[in-house]
């Protein structure tokens, strides 16, 4: 049994987007350890490790975007679907579009898309690099926001995820304990990238839930 399984800090934090996150939960408690999408030790743990931890970015997504025109939101190395699956179930009216090199991976986050009826995403199966080049090649539109989780640490990261942003957009990637020191070895790929402004937000999860750590960089024009 998940630690918060009944909590009323679930209908606190995830609000109208509870029942389409139930549906989500049940499939990872039933089917994501088996198939590699969690590991053994968040079995109990799902709700708070891999939900609410993703949710900690949806404020934020959502006070950038109330007044932009364009709000779309690309999150690079979606996996398991944290946090693209649980922002798009929080944002209906946000456009998504999760990158996932693995076909496994972008296998599970089609049912998950199909089993929780989410009409406001797509799916890229390869890399960030390739959509990039795509950008370029004037294929694909810069996101407005690029979110990721536990892909890699900034000084790759921001070759992968700023070349995503649109000029005056902004990069969202959830972070551990280590978020300063990341951007501290990261000034200069930042720097090249057109990133400006990197700094470390406090992300709650939850009442009495451990707060995560957002690293926010703004893209200059």
């Not at 932009?68 to 456009?95: M, W």
């Not at 998504?96 to 986050?109: A, G, K």
Request: proline share 6%; glycine share 6%.
């Amino acid at each position: 049994m998940d630690q918060l399984e009944g909590s009323p800090i679930l209908q606190k934090v995830l609000g109208s987007a509870l029942p389409k996150l139930e549906i989500f939960y049940k499939k990872l408690a039933d089917e994501g350890e088996p198939r590699g999408i969690i590991g053994p030790r968040d079995v109990d743990i799902i709700w708070e490790r891999h939900i609410l931890n993703s949710h900690a970015v949806v404020p934020f997504i959502e006070d950038f975007l109330k007044n932009k025109k364009q709000k779309t939101v690309a999150d690079i190395g979606s996996g398991g679907g944290f946090p693209g699956i649980v922002a798009a179930a929080c944002l209906p009216e946000v456009s998504f579009t999760l990158i996932e090199p693995m076909e496994r991976r972008v296998e599970w986050l089609q049912e998950c898309v199909n089993s929780l009826e989410l009409n406001n995403v797509d799916i890229y199966h390869g890399r960030a690099q390739d959509v990039a080049e795509d950008i370029k090649a004037e294929v694909t539109n810069p996101f407005t926001i690029v979110t990721c989780r536990a892909v890699a640490p900034m000084t790759k990261l921001s070759n992968w995820a700023l070349p995503l942003v649109a000029e005056d957009g902004k990069l969202l990637a959830i972070k551990g304990q280590s978020a300063q020191n990341e951007i501290d070895k990261a000034i200069k790929e930042i720097k090249k990238n057109k990133g400006i402004n990197p700094r470390v937000l406090d992300a709650p999860v939850g009442e009495y839930l451990q707060s995560t750590f957002i690293i926010s960089v703004d893209k200059r024009k």
